[in-house]
């Protein structure tokens, strides 16, 4: 493996003289495995090559053909005992990995604690300033006189902020779909101002709405944690405004999105609550239609004493956004029907009942959200009532503001209001305050009771603080900076004489407090445990070493020499010994072996002495403390073994200027990581380097003595580099590439489906594709066996369909047919996306398992030069295909996985992929032709290529790129575990389809009975994971160092999760992928042609 | 890791050797100021170049080709002349006027060729993944400049012999002052591409400021070290 043969290795089809004694096998596993096919030919194939064999082999007896069949036996005993050593210290690896990046995690992302404490009633945090009849009681106002007795609250899901306000078309500036499409709320505010205020309504990240949620009713910040649980909602157990609602005795009822049954289970009025699942995003319609039929039966005069708070939930805004992006027609018909739906429910209301219209988000350029983007966090807020209430401080207010940039309130800000305007306590953990339009009446003087409120609310505040540090364990005193001062300003404020101007000064003076104690709460709970971070940091830096270990340990063991002749040589001593009687060679004793038995002993000594460790420190989690003890002994154990077999450390550097230019790539890369534009600019670095990776290789290629092998070089080279040059076309650009970038992905910046245009990309692939894969097998005179059937066929078959798949979708996106009835195309590609799975998925797995090796056996009369061998009798044998049997098998596996990848990619990212599998295939032919197949460059560039087809594929590392809507394209509902693994195989595809094609850098060209090639294959894996497990150590390092910097949230901290998730993902299907497809194509392989 | 021993990538068959300066004093004095004279002259007209860099370089590609030129006509062996380069001539006896035609000749030859290498360097620098679209005169100019700074002393002393400029392009013809210049220009041009995408609102990050800049500081550099430290050395791969 390490050298590469001297002959030429174009058309290297030549084989081997006979070796001794191994033909009878072979012509008996072939006969069998052809059986089938070629009967006809069977015997006298069978007949020649047993000649073959004879020619050598005349005069011994049986027994040695039994000696070579049993010594076979063996070997592929030893093979299959080492392939799970082998599985083992990769799933190990895995798990090392995953302690790391849980120790990190734990640490980093911010965490809160979730106080039990509840408010109620009858227990103000403070003396009223006001005494009313009534007080204490939910019916005339627990904290404060309430205003209304019931509440609509209806929330667009999404809406934006600039959605709501007038826009003045202009030539340099023209209107978007989503302009001036619901006017209502502002003409409303505008008009009456005592009925209705529009404001800006600011979310805190992550905008997912889930977390809003959790935001809209407790009142608190979220934790960033609460973003991945996105999938599956979690009952809300802190105090929160519906729960004072039921303890109040507020009937609720509940219309469309069924994320609030998950968090308030069993809070909802049966019988009239109608609940709607919420992750279809295909579907526009199904939820609002049904809120819509729901509401107003509600809101008449017969029903309307069955209820006292309506939620309702519409989610056609937010699902026409990710489906179409905002500058969509469609974005434009569902913000008049909520325009038209606002409007009679307005018309319903009657005067006792308060409407809030909010968005609980908003969305970026393309209509997705979950990050901290402006557009993303920019909702809007409108309150309505029929009874003259709202007031406006300040006669330039009277306007609703013009940008999302003036006059914004905090989401949480709805929280106090709401519960001060229906009599209710404030929630516990509220850190709003009351929105000031709300209580400065009609006049806008209202200032006493403008001060009572935010009085009131900053008590509030205040007591949860204090239990806050109770329950953490601090001191209050102690910590810098505390708001105390500021209460005290306000309490002196009001509590002297009874003028206007005081109350005026001590709203402010409240108000400040509230807003130092949401700024000291946001830093606070910005604080990271960084002992853990650092405990993950290291467990991911031994994951790195004992990598890096493994992977030389593993390439220096046993340079095997590539020689015919020493190989017969040799197979004839072992089989005259085995013959003999001795004993079967013992297993050599490989690094696989020797490291995991390492980790093991390592992990188990340190299980052993957890107790005891434990016992010291005492205060640690149980479970943390076992997995950090087991993954640090375990690396521990890796590094004895190391040292304890090679006495001093060689040169770790790389000594070619290929192995410099491996450490070039994946080292400037990581450190550049810690820059924001380099992590933003990742795409054009990663073209960068695929350009400088194919400029070396041209001029190395230059260097070849035969002018065939340097054409086909330096073709290969420039291919290589021009189409990773013709992907880079394929665009989606982040927020902060602007200006400098233009999306091209989907049909324009502002959308997210493909243009018409782009809907021939499949059907090219389809047709060229399969072409492309044959002239790589055909280079070999390999496109034998199951390669044209399922190449030319099956795998082309698929193709179309996905193609046909695509085209339905974007048919039902555009509405081209909209006499069909709806859900009928949805009904047709559903059924075509499945059956593109089973061909790739079920069909294909098992064809790769049971296929032959892709070559042809055969006699001919005037055979190609260079590829016969003749027999003692004079007949020529020509077998086709055999100098690469191990790659062209391999690669129809790979062929599976790529149509798997190609299926979830939309038409643009179907073509990124084609042109991926393309450089692949020429990035093989590049590194045989250069003989660097054994060199850490290969695989590396296989990652290059990877990431770069990560953006060239619609994606970027932040959340909001992640293409959701890909979990129904085989499915009509969420499903578990599928919905999760498609957005995976979506986001992930063109890693996947990298770590997939590692082993083909090893097979590639390869001929059968070549020893160590597990052990190569291994090598390059380990080369191979290593560039993703560098970018991750250096990404977390990266987020944990700038943990305090502006863009962590926006840039550092979606990247680390990006990485993290690449590297399991890539751990995985590592395993999975290649090594269990390894296992199969070699049993194959050596079933065949004997075992090395 | 490394796949051991010198396989298949020898060189050609007839060992080339390095380029010895013309052994006049005046070469030698040149060779020295030519370096010198070009950073002095590129920071002179930096600030000009940041300000506006399509006019400047295409207002300095002349004095560029001037200073190229009188440094091959006074420094280096013309193509053909080089047949003994290193026996030691008589001085004087060469400025035979046939010699001067035969040297102008030679750099016409030369930068017409290295005129015919700029499209190819601009290709080059679009699938390294410059702008397409836009830039194209400042993606022109800068390789303008890159072939005046690399390739036309290579033609200059190399003329169009297939087996050396498959030599060249292989990057494994012997270090040299010439060839070590052209290596370092290409390496500095690509150096040069590095700060470009960080967000520090310089003007001097447009393109295609640093690759220019790169590739004067890397011609210089690349000059430097080929004509002393590792002069008569050969590039490895491997």
Redesign the interface.
Known sequence: M???P?APKVFKDAVPRAAPGNYDSIAAQYERARAAEEKDDQERVGGILGGLGLSRREGRGKEEKGAFERLNEVKERRFRGEWLWVVGFWVWLLCIHAAGLYFFTKGFLLTRLVLEEKSTCAEPPIALSTRFSGAGTPEAGCWHPKTFDKAVVIIIDALRYDFTVPFKNSTDNPSQAFHNALPFLYETAEKQPQNAFLLPFIADPPTTTLCRLKGLTTGTLPTFIDAGSNFAGEAIEEDNLLMQMKDAGRRIVHLGDDTWTALFPGYFEDGISRAYDSFNVWDLHTVDNGVVEHIMPLLSAEKKGEWDVMIAHFLGVDHAGHRYGPNHPAMTAKLEQMNGVLRDVVEALDDETLLVVMGDHGMDGKGDHGGESDDEVQAALWMYSKRDTFGRTKPEFRIPPATAKERPVNQIDLVPTLALLLGLPIPFNNLGRPIEEAFAGVKGTAWEKLAAVARMTAAGIKRYQAAYYVAQGVDESTVDGSPKALWATAETTIAGTRKHQNWQEGYTAFLAFQEETLRICRSLWARFDVPCMILGIGILAGGVLALMLY??GN?DDG?AIDDIDLDRAELQLELDNFAKGDAAPLPDETTTRLLFRGALMGSLLGSLLCPALWGMNGSENVLDFGLAVGAISGLLGVLYQDMRRRMSFGNPL??????WLAVIFTVSQSIGFA????T??ED??L??FL??F???SA????????AA?RALGIYHSVAF??LG?AA?FSKLCREEQMPYCRSTYYASATSSTSAPWQLIIPFVVAAVLPAIIKSFYTGSRSYEGLAPAWISWAFRFGLVLSAIFWTLDAADDGEWFPNLPSGLLKNIRVPIAQTVFALSLVAGSIAFSYAPPCISISTTATPTPGSQITNSSGARVTILGFANANGTRYLLLVTNILLCVLMVQKPMGAGAISLMAWQILTLLEILDL???????IGPIVLALLGSFHFFKTGHQATLSSIQWESAFIPLHTIRYPWSPVLVALNFFGAQILAVSAVPLIVLWKQKPRKKGLLRSVVTALSWHVAYYAVVCLATTMWAGHLRRHLMLFRIFSPKFMTAAFVLLVVDVIGICVALVGVRFNTLSVSEVFGWA | ?????P?????PVKPSLPIELLPTDLARIVSQAHPALLLSAYYLRFPALVADPVSTLLKSLLPLAALQISYAILCLPPVGSTSKPVKKAKPGSKKTPEHSSAKILTVIYALVLSLVSVPVLAA?Q????APITTHIPHTLLSSAHVALLAIFPLIYVHGSDGAKW?EI????SPIDEVFGASVGSFLGA?LG?VPI???WDRDWQKWPITIVTGAYAGYVVGKLAGGWLLKGKK????
Do not use: C, H, Q
């Open positions: 390490a050298d590469p001297p992977a030389n390439s340079n790389p000594t070619t200027i290929w192995g820059s924001n534009s380099y933003i600019w054009s670095i073209l960068f350009g400088t194919g400029v070396a001029f190395s290629a230059l260097r070849l003595e035969i092998d580099v021009a040059w880079s250069l003989s660097l197949t054994s060199s850490p | 890791m490394a796949s051991a021993g396989t298949k990538s020898t060189a080059v679009v699938l390294f993944g498959r392009a292989s990057v494994y690509w591409a995408p960080l967000d590039i490895e791969f491997d």
